[in-house]
């Protein structure tokens, strides 16, 4: 770890996200989801603090909260900076809010240094990234690059709300689906900010590193249909269990993950209906995520494992379906704006690690609007999406340090 203390913009930085993690739904925990009134509640908590940072503060139609420093003059371009503010379920405090909270602080103390910006600058909380209600990810950066379909409108949460609905009932009226918030030529990029979630810097000993690019990923809702029976009167030989058809298929993910690295293949969820002790499953959703750095080889893996699904409801006589709730390609990130941001890590930190990035972010949509780049910084042990995560306040006080170091070197670029 660094030896100097941490500052004094660090400690407040801290303090913030010690606060925002205590706005949850749920009681003892933290999480907050896509439109919930936790997620309301952390949207207007962050707003207070962008206004004290001199920004403007607005929602689009899709939640996302949007704070913005206009330019010097009326054509001047844009620069994006944000993550994401909703959570997984018991989640810890730095996944999402660090990438929204640290470019607030460096704003300020850009402010208070009197460093020009010659580009006006907007904050993004966005307002889903996790999928946790639809089950499919990316619902704010969606909407705020003009990405959201239909599809999406249609996904429903287990309450049966779909996403169409969930937007009304936000905003007061149907919403119609939105456009970009911005052109391309008018943005100079998307920096976010993130916790690693991974060990590598740890390992090096180092607070931060950059990110050269991110793993694609593909969801989806596999459904395994079957018959529901007396579970003390059926005979084992005439069942036709969805949920032993499941758990077969759940160990072939592992089993077929485990000999293809770097692919990694998970289950996360698991519905049992009718979900009775003393009755034999009927209809088992699972679902199923996939990533790899080769988008070929994600996409081979997927229809590999649809397949072995495939195979084991025939042999066990179930029906077995499938629906694709996600499918985000591998994205490089720019090389200027990581190089520039490569060197504020080496004049904080002396040496700059690039670390890829197996997790999918904001910046994966974004991409597809303006360049991106990402900076991680350490957490203890690599933990993340679990309430144990942490990064000590001179890990942050260096993504300060460096955050601001970028925006000053930018600005000079761009005043030339």
């Known amino acids: 770890m660094p030896k100097e203390s941490p500052s004094r913009e660090a400690a407040t930085l801290d303090s913030r996200l010690k606060r925002l993690g205590r706005i949850s739904d749920e009681r003892g925990v933290t999480t907050r989801t896509f439109l919930s009134p936790a997620m309301g509640r952390a949207s207007a908590l962050v707003g207070k603090w962008m206004r004290k940072a001199g920004l403007s503060v607005r929602q689009d139609g899709v939640g996302n909260l949007i704070g913005r420093r206009e330019g010097p003059g009326t054509g001047s371009k844009t620069l994006l900076l944000g993550s994401h503010l909703d959570t997984v379920r018991d989640a810890g405090r730095f996944d999402g809010a660090l990438g929204v909270l640290l470019p607030i602080a460096a704003l300020e103390i850009v402010g208070r240094r009197g460093i020009v910006l010659p580009f006006a600058v907007e904050v993004l909380g966005f307002s889903e990234e996790e999928g946790v209600r639809f089950s499919s990810a990316y619902l704010g950066s969606k909407g705020y690059t003009g990405k959201l379909r239909k599809s999406d409108l249609r996904l429903r949460d287990p309450e049966g709300i779909c996403v169409g609905d969930a937007l009304a009932r936000h905003n007061g009226r149907k919403t119609p689906l939105p456009r970009a918030a911005h052109a391309p030529g008018e943005l100079l990029g998307y920096v976010e900010a993130h916790i690693e979630q ?46 032993a058809g499941a758990a077969e298929f759940i160990l072939e993910v592992e089993h077929h993950a485990r000999a293809c690295p770097p692919l990694v293949a998970t289950v996360g969820c698991i519905a049992a209906q009718p979900g009775a002790a003393n009755v034999i499953p009927g209809r088992v959703e699972v679902s199923l995520d996939v990533r790899h750095p080769v988008d070929s080889r994600r996409r081979a893996a997927f229809a590999g494992l649809q397949l072995a699904g495939r195979q084991i409801a025939r042999r066990r006589g179930l029906s077995f379906s499938v629906e694709v709730t996600q499918d985000n390609r591998a994205v490089a990130c720019s090389r200027e704006l990581t190089a520039l941001l490569a060197r504020s890590v ?27 780049t990402m900076l991680f910084i350490r957490c203890r042990k690599g933990l993340s999406h679990h309430p144990d995560e942490y990064v000590h306040p001179r890990d942050l006080a260096v993504g300060l340090d460096i955050l601001v170091d970028f925006l000053a070197r930018l600005a000079s670029l761009h005043a030339r």
Not at 205 to 234: D, E, L, Y
Not at 346 to 371: E, I, K, M, N
């Open 198 to 243: 991974g060990p590598v810097l740890e390992a090096r000993g180092v607070a931060a590193g950059v990110v050269p690019s991110i793993a694609g990923q593909t969801r989806a809702r596999i459904t395994f249909v079957g018959s529901a029976g007396h579970a003390g009167t059926t005979p084992m030989r005439l069942r036709r269990d969805a949920l």
């Open 346 to 372: 080496r004049s904080r930190q002396g040496s700059c690690p690039a670390v890829p990035s197996g997790a999918g972010h904001d910046g994966v949509v974004l991409s597809s609007l303006t360049p991106v």
